[in-house]
């Protein structure tokens, strides 16, 4: 076990478990409490003799094809799940494939090495992480590749395996295997959820996140919290402002409080976004996620080509050229995008026409018929929407498919930025109509409110209320435990819960709060003030809702929020000029430049000026706004120093060491 | 003699300068060709036993203070100067130290490593380029810190040095040391310039200029190169346009020429600069100077700061906190530089109110007095201008100073960032004033055409033509040289000639046009042609310059251009702005948008969509084009995943090779 926890540990797995794990060869591994740390669940008609060979390749070494984990069938020998578990030598190993950083005896991270492991601190307890360990054992259950062709026991003469195939991957389209996921360990879940949104606390137990869930929820949750901090500066001006036009009702101050808005905005989104990325890296240096090695690892299952010596790193696995990613990408995926986004405008346009329409209609026969019509635009709109944004994901997790990257972060960030665009264009296209076609700036504030108010109360009802509903009430009462259940049956029952749906929903919640913020808050003032109260209750309910209503994800490590962040930086570009059109728009600045006697043409040119400097402004603040603090900046360059020392002197030990052990001997001579 | 011509070398050197030479410690460097590599010329006044002293600080090991290379006292042991060569061993030692890549055995570019000398390819000779060779003995005479205060003999006593004082920086202040230059290498630089410029080949000896001139300097001519053939496309598009334009008369095409022009254009220098990216990383890779390790090498000669343990590479050296430097920078550098282009503005201002008023004035007398008077604002004008440009350079310097940069290029970049901004603005404020205020097309028109052709004239004439007359009849009758001169006095000739004055000259003629061209070419569609003849003949004047005209500069080894790469970038991009704002003043399209009965406002509205939209485009091709090609990318990530492994594997060596020897002394025993 080299996760903490160690009594309770022996308490659930020797105790109730049972001692039928599969043996480990490696001495240093052997120890009498195992931590099951992930359950497989297996088709129901696999038969006992699968499910040994299954167990066979779990606990074999991986020299003989194998994952070098360990196994057990559960209670019952023929029943239908297998818990895995991983023994420490194999955890050490995958950590320094991984690229995961630990920290050293002179307390810096360093990038784990398996033949140096007894200089790393705690090497032998409390090392890797729960959300860590649980990921290996995926990450090895998931490299399994066949070393030959070759039969499953059991399993009819159509499904056999070919050499090289992903074993796993097989296992799971026979259906012999049905599901894999980590399983929760309920006491340390217990202290988490105590930690984190049973009190009045106002900070996250981050690290604690990143130790039960892995870095990825980690980095959502950490952002989650910065940002809702930062929306305090907007909030007190937005209240300001608020307070200061009621209070002089039509005085019309020489500055509007919608322009210092707007600019206070702009500015502020550049500053939060460049202050991120500094607490990004810190906490990325912190979690050990700085130098993962995912390029040079194994990669991931999906990947295909032909075989061949990977230039990089010498091994032979598939390989396929760049430049047929790029053109996959430049003459499928991007048109294919485009033409959904074309989709959406097109429905947009057929519901504006669809509704002046109707509405032309009841206005000549104003019945009871044309009354009902009335609400068919909108209806068949949000139907169109619905079945366009469910066949999208589809079609964008196909062509990501087809793009056929080698790394899974590289994967899940193609992915994720396809969906992304198109939500977001599903989301913004009303209101940028409204506020660049329509050009009506008082139906965006009614909008925008509502919008925001509304939108937001339904989220967190659909995410938090309704799921507790239903597990309180209708998936309860079936999986009632008493300590007294078997652990078996607890596992079991883990795995009733729903999957947990990833945090695309979290993120694109955020990013569309932030798009309201700077992309339109200079015509609602309080924006920011919504936005802080939602968030408050959305860390909460966020937490609440991983750790109690849904399975433990698999969380891979990341040293960063990967597509988002570029999102939300984009956004904040987008954002200065929506601003300036919004200025441009508002009602008491073109009074004030009649007044002032200045043409259109021209506040439009002064606007577009004020646009450009301010897009330069940004600019020059990302530039110059370090990306790293400084003492992470420190730490990489001088492992990158270490690393050139190290290469130097690796091309020369061999001879040196000739020559030592040459002078070793004379020594020895002599002494004779 | 690493270098190679090893022939000539021994007549040169054993020959005619005589086996003077300091000697060598090192076994393996003991040669009886030394090549000489840098003259250090002494003041009039030095004594000989100082000469005695410098000699001997030159040559003695680094462990003892020296510079650990080979010095001669030149024909008269009494002379002012000192010739300057490098041993085998220091040059390699350098080489590893700078960082530089050589041919692997395997045919890699490989770090190069001292202690594995013996697998890099041909690391007897032809190894090092005899640019490096002078920059490595400049570095390592540079490097010359005093050990404890001492007195240099010779000196009065207020010379002296303190411990750890930049010994070459002191003597160069107490005027003992009046410069040090590097030597031409006559049959070397003969081949060279009859590769080059004397006869009429289209491509440039890219490589025997970096062996001969250095890097940098090889870099300026593969981007000279590089661009000038880039302009084909413009300069074939203008003329049809030019043609086609004549041809039509006022038949107005419905795409004008001029807006074909300017979108092309704005396309034309994203892609340029994207592929000049590429093509300037394979240059650094086949020149060895991808993997530069200038920020772990020793700071720069003028850096100060308190002592300590620099946290990179462990060495105790000056440090100086990061942020004390981004603070004098943001609160002196920055008010200081826009203060000054503050002044231009300011001039530029007062010369038109002069012009004004002068005008005025001799409408109102019309007399020879008045008539002269008219000329007088233009000839203040330059004056403050010129004047201005002598001032700020000497400012930027010391702004420079005062930020106290630890690297070299890091100096460099700012100072010629600073520059580079004041020289740009200085040229183009009148142009942008004649765009922007004037808004007086024609006349932008006019005096384009007349910057582009008289410009160039007058460049050609003060950069070669004078220095050529210069040179030829005045200077050259003094050092008239036959084959019989003593070896010594052919060295100091060389110092006869000017100081090379550095490539910012060239690199901002480059930039100028570049600007002409981007900014503002869709007024005069020709200019890429008049630009692409300039540069043909610009190519062979700049090669025959730098050959014949000045003394050889030291040329650092450089990865890229530097800051340049930046400011090309950052102007194409306001490219999109001024072009924009050219079409929307061209009066054929206001006509046509007046026809189609769009109002003002609305076309303005339309130029600011586009503009937006080509940006976008442009960030977005800047995106997608990678920086690298794709096999430099794999060599480089073979190189991080090395570095790695090599530091994983060092970790533990310590362990092993105890363990070895242990092993290695058992298998003794049982032997014995």
Not at 373 to 400: D, E, F, R
Not at 424 to 449: G, M
């Amino acid at each position: 076990p080299v996760s903490g926890g160690e009594k309770v540990q022996s308490k659930l797995s020797a105790a109730s478990i049972g001692p039928d794990w599969t043996k480990v060869r490696c001495p240093c591994c052997v120890s009498d409490r195992v931590e099951p740390l992930v359950l497989v669940k297996l088709g129901e008609k696999v038969g006992p003799e699968t499910k040994r060979w299954i167990i066979r390749v779990i606990g074999a070494s991986q020299k003989d094809g194998g994952a070098a984990l360990l196994a057990h069938p559960g209670e019952d020998a023929s029943g239908d799940i297998i818990v895995v578990s991983a023994p420490r030598c194999t955890l050490l190993r995958a950590t320094e494939e991984l690229g995961l950083c630990k920290i050293y005896r002179n307390g810096d991270m360093e990038a784990f090495s398996y033949s140096d492991r007894d200089n790393f601190k705690d090497s032998g307890t409390m090392f890797l992480t729960l959300a860590e360990c649980q990921y290996i054992v995926k990450y090895e259950l998931d490299g399994l590749r066949a070393q030959r062709d070759l039969r499953i026991p059991g399993l009819p003469d159509s499904c056999t395996l070919h050499n090289r195939d992903n074993i796993w991957q097989k296992l799971r389209s026979f259906g012999v295997i049905v599901d894999t996921f980590p399983l929760h360990n309920p006491d340390k879940l217990k202290n988490l959820s105590e930690a984190w949104y049973s009190g009045n606390q106002l900070a996250q137990p981050l690290d604690s996140v990143n130790e039960y869930f892995g870095s990825s929820v980690a980095f959502y949750f950490s952002f989650l919290d910065f940002y809702t901090w930062s929306l305090l500066p907007p909030a007190l001006l937005g209240l300001t402002i608020t307070y200061f036009s009621d209070i002089e009702g039509d005085s019309e101050p020489p500055v509007s409080g919608h322009m210092l808005q707007a600019v206070f905005s702009m500015l502020w989104s550049t500053v939060v976004m460049e202050l991120w990325k500094r607490r990004s890296s810190s906490l990325s240096y912190r979690w050990g996620t700085l130098h993962l090695a995912e390029r040079f690892a194994e990669p991931r299952p999906g990947f295909h080509g032909d075989l061949g010596v990977n230039p990089v790193t010498g091994r032979v696995e598939p390989l396929f050229p760049e430049w047929q990613r790029d053109l996959r990408m430049a003459l499928v995926s991007v048109p294919v995008v485009g033409l959904f986004l074309g989709l959406v405008v097109l429905g947009m346009m057929c519901f504006y026409w669809a509704e002046a329409q109707v509405q032309h209609l009841h206005n000549d026969w104003d019945s009871l018929l044309s009354q009902t019509l009335l609400y068919m635009p909108s209806v068949l709109h949000i139907v169109y929407t619905n079945m366009l944004a469910t066949v999208y994901k589809t079609v964008a997790q196909s062509l990501t498919e087809y793009e056929n990257h080698r790394e899974e972060s590289a994967f899940q960030n193609h992915l994720t930025a396809k969906v992304l665009v198109f939500t977001f264009f599903n989301y913004f296209a009303v209101l940028f109509h409204i506020a660049f076609f329509k050009q009506d700036v008082p139906l965006l504030r009614k909008r925008l409110a509502s919008l925001l108010i509304v939108t937001q109360l339904i989220n967190q009802v659909t995410e938090v209320v309704i799921p507790f509903l239903v597990d309180r009430f209708i998936s309860a009462p079936h999986r009632t435990q008493s300590e007294d259940d078997p652990q078996e049956e607890k596992f079991r029952n883990q795995g009733t819960l729903p999957t947990f749906p990833g945090l695309f929903a979290e993120y694109i919640e955020l990013l569309v709060q932030f798009g309201y913020l700077s992309l339109f808050s200079c015509v609602f003032p309080l924006t920011a003030v919504l936005l802080l109260l939602n968030n408050l209750t959305e860390i909460r309910s966020d937490a609440y809702k991983i750790c109690k209503l849904f399975r433990k994800p698999f969380s891979p490590p990341a040293a960063n929020m990967g597509v988002w962040q570029i999102a939300f930086e984009v956004l904040s570009f987008v954002s200065v000029v929506s601003n300036c059109w919004l200025l441009l728009l508002s009602p008491r600045l073109q009074d004030m430049f009649q007044e002032g006697g200045m043409s259109s043409t021209n506040v439009l040119l002064l606007a577009v000026l004020v646009e450009h400097v301010l897009i330069l402004i940004k600019v020059i603040m990302a530039v110059l706004i370090p990306d790293e603090p400084d003492w992470i900046r420190k730490k990489r360059e001088h492992i990158e120093y270490s690393s050139m020392q190290a290469l130097r002197q690796k091309k020369s030990t061999r001879i040196n060491r000739r020559t030592q052990k040459y002078r070793s001997c004379r020594q020895l001579y002599r002494h004779l």
